[in-house]
Structures are given as C-alpha cells and as structure tokens.
C-alpha cells in the first residue's frame, strides 16, 4: 500500500505558476512511476507528467516546456512545478504512484485558472 498525500492546488491567473506536490508514504525509489493526472470537466482523466524510478521524466505534448516534474528522495515527495499556465489547465491533478501492478492515487487537488 503507498499513501498519498498532494498539496499546492489553487486559483492562478494565465501566464502564472503554482508547484504540486504530493507526499508518499514509501522510499519512492521503490516506486516504479510517479507522477500526476488531471481531469477537466466532461474530459477523460490525462497524464500529464511522469517520472520513473531512474529519474527519466516524460510529459505529455501539451505541457512541454511548461511543467516540470522533480522528486525529493528525502522527503519522499514529487513535485510538478507548472508555469506559464493557461485556462485549458484547469482541472483536478492527482497524483499516482505506480508500484508493481497496482497503482495508488492521491485525493486529488483543484488547479484552476482564470483571470
């Protein structure tokens, strides 16, 4: 079982920044994935930033160049710092871990922005 803890949600206007994270319970280490989903109203839940137990980050199209996905071995946390956003990233993020076959999830944080 990995807990999941996510923080850093909020209200931002387009073109600012807001860091995610999200706090797990276990050596992340020995996780295999880590990273973060979202889900805007009406659409399909979309990864949006993920990051393997050798350190290899990988984002989908639309984030490139905007997000970064980074991890604290120490604090057993990973981040996603988000700049430059825009309206479209509004959604719920969540966090999920991947270890083994199965795969945990935070409670989800709110990432809305608007002027």
């Known amino acids: 079982q990995v807990q999941l803890v996510e923080s850093g949600g909020g209200l931002v206007q387009p073109g600012g920044s807001l860091r995610l994270s999200c706090a797990a319970s276990t050596n992340i280490f020995s996780i295999n994935a880590l990273g973060w989903y979202r889900q805007a109203p009406g659409k399909q839940r979309e990864l949006v930033a993920t990051?393997?137990?050798?350190?290899?980050?990988n984002y989908v199209d639309s984030v490139k160049g905007r997000f970064t996905i980074s991890r604290d071995s120490a604090k057993n946390t990973v981040y996603v710092q988000m700049n430059s956003l825009k309206p479209e990233d509004t959604a719920v993020y969540y966090c999920?871990?991947?270890?083994?076959?199965?795969?945990?999830w935070g409670q989800g944080t709110q990432v809305t922005v608007s002027s």
């Open positions: 990051i393997t137990s050798a350190g290899n980050p």
């Open positions: 999920y871990a991947r270890l083994y076959y199965s795969t945990y």
